[in-house]
């Protein structure tokens, strides 16, 4: 465009030859003057000022570092951050103090911030506590409870719940009390509809893990798991994300069928409740579709709860001080070198022996073994 303008043409008749402004032509012919084109500046450049017209001045800027040195060595309180340095500089009577604000942006621009920028990592992937969860090999149902609803008349309701990690595959089952024999025939019911996941992720609720007044003991929905092959995982008291998907559910549940309606009797509420379960698998139908695989419901199942426990159970823990690991009402031995840290206990019943893994988000993909002990479960008969 310059150039045309150079030889002759007209800047109006320049624009529209190229189909621009003729503020734009006139805009680089002005960029262009007096110079030769290969070694004119074409660079896009900001429309405002090259310095903000409110920027503090450049000896005003000295003066804050310079107040900020003096507070850093000679502070009785130790503090040189700006509100100290903005009370420094009234104590010192400098005109015109700017404000804190000001001063933080200054010591930002200077570079004379000691503190670090939190650095944000990305989350790890979903399940990856569990290898096979995570390399989405084997799919997991988290299972949970909501408690403390009343419907108008004085009819307790609690209510069970459960979704898949990769699918999605919600379940809510609103009674009157949940008990670990009432979560044993729900999943049963859910599972022989819909087939068997790898996993199934319990809170350490004494209706899933069963009653803690002896050691060793395994309660009835870990063994309805373990009968069918699926491997019961019991999550770290008081640790936020591994119930994530469960607690978002249990929320989302809440608010579109509790609140949402007013339930006249427990019925009512169960018949809303398999409304929106049905409607909500619709939705996500896709997505249940290209989880992972479950695995076919055994037509000739049966619960002995009296048959000794086989099979494997998970249980994430975090170590105390000296490294070790409460589970199965005892304390194991993991790693002195890993106190207050995340770990997965194994305990495999058949080979008799438990192995632990330390977990780090950080690296979720390095989870080494540390420790591997012997355990022997003791044949005993089931309470029913």
Known sequence: MVQAVRQGASMRQVAEQFGVALATVQRWVARAQGQRLDRVDWTDRSCGLPTAVNRTERQREDLVLTLRQDLRTTSDLGEFGAAAIHREWLARGLPDPP??????LILQRRGALD??????????????????VADGRAELDSVDGIEGLVIRGGTQVEVLTGISLHGGLVAAWPHTAITAAFVV????????????????QFDNDPTFEGPQIHPDTIGRVARACMSLGVVPVFVPPRETGFQAAIEGFNGLWQAKVWARFEHASLEGLQAQSARYVAAHRQRRAARIEAAPARRPFPPRWRLDLQAHPQGRLVFLRRTN????AQLLGRTFAVDPLWPHRLVRAEVDLKARRIRFYTLRRRAPEQQPRVNEVAYVLPRRTFSE
């Open 99 to 104: 404000s804190i604000r000001t001063i933080g």
């Open 321 to 324: 001080a000296q490294g070790e």
């Open 185 to 200: 025939e729900a999943l049963i019911e859910h599972w022989r509809a819909l087939g068997l996941p790898g996993y199934a």
């Open 115 to 132: 503190r670090r920028h939190r650095v944000r990592r990305p989350p790890p992937p979903a399940g990856w506590y569990l290898p096979a």
